[in-house]
């Protein structure tokens, strides 16, 4: 199942600063092949009218902004108007909403492990349904888990932070990214860089750029050519 969404931040209009750091090119693998199926058959334009609409969410108010399954596939969630609502897919039933903090952008992600829901001013625990941390009013907006679930990256209009789940501390603040306003962010399967998509240079780049460090703040490149 592949669901779509998203909204345009406002991007504000201050000179770019921050010099051009160094291009990468990306290392190229193998191209990966993916087959969309229902019942082992395979999803081809002459098959695509046999796919069977499973559910549709009725009572959505305005629009969803972010979408996300759990990793164990036992909730998936959406964020609407200052809420995150999360369903039981083995019902179809909403089981409970979560309330965003004012200012909070509708960006939330599940940990790997299904048991946190975190947006960029608030962790919950989703079994006990309850506040597991908060951030405070901040200028974060977009969290990302590394795979392993032990650090949470947060970007937004400020440089980027790493939060260590268990102690509940900050643990890293990519200092050289003052000017960052970063928005998509993502850490590599691996769990030892981070990808994230920055509007730095929005005046020079006309938009944005793709930019990857090391989770300790190192070897910035961008990936985007000029």
């Known amino acids: ?18 010099p051009m750091p160094t291009i990468v090119i990306p290392t190229m693998t193998s191209t990966l092949t993916v087959t969309w199926s229902v019942d082992s058959a395979p ?3 002459a098959t695509v009218m046999d796919v069977v609409l499973l ?15 759990s ?7 959406y964020s609407d108007r200052g809420n995150i609502n999360v369903l039981d897919m083995a019902t179809g039933q909403q089981v409970f909403t979560l309330d965003l903090p004012e200012g909070d952008l509708n960006s939330f992600v599940f940990s790997p492990d299904s048991r946190l829901l975190a947006s ?6 989703v ?3 309850e506040v597991f941390h908060g951030f405070g009013s901040s200028l974060l907006f977009h969290p ?38 970063s928005f998509g962010i993502v850490f590599s399967p691996d769990g030892t860089k981070i990808a994230f998509e920055s509007y730095r240079h929005r005046e020079i780049a006309h938009g944005s750029e793709l930019f ?11 990936i985007t050519p000029p």
Not at 148 to 170: C, F, H, N, R, Y
Not at 212 to 222: F, K, L
Request: glycine content about 10%; hydrophobic content about 40%.
């Open 71 to 77: 990793g164990d596939g036992a909730y998936f969630a």
């Open 120 to 125: 960029g001013r608030m962790i919950w625990d």
């Open 127 to 129: 079994q006990n349904r």
């Open 144 to 181: 990302a888990f590394s795979p392993d679930g032990t650090l949470l990256a947060m970007s937004g209009e400020q440089p980027i932070k790493i939060w260590d789940v268990a102690s509940g501390q900050w643990v890293r603040t990519f200092e050289q990214q003052d000017e960052n306003h």
């Open 212 to 222: 990857v460090i090391n989770v300790d703040g190192t070897g910035e490149a961008r």
């Open 43 to 45: 999803i081809t334009p």
């Open 1 to 18: 199942l592949l669901f779509l969404a998203g909204c345009d931040p406002a991007m504000s209009a201050s000179p770019a600063t921050t």
């Open 55 to 69: 559910q549709t969410i009725d009572g959505i108010q305005g629009r969803a902004f972010t979408l996300a399954f």
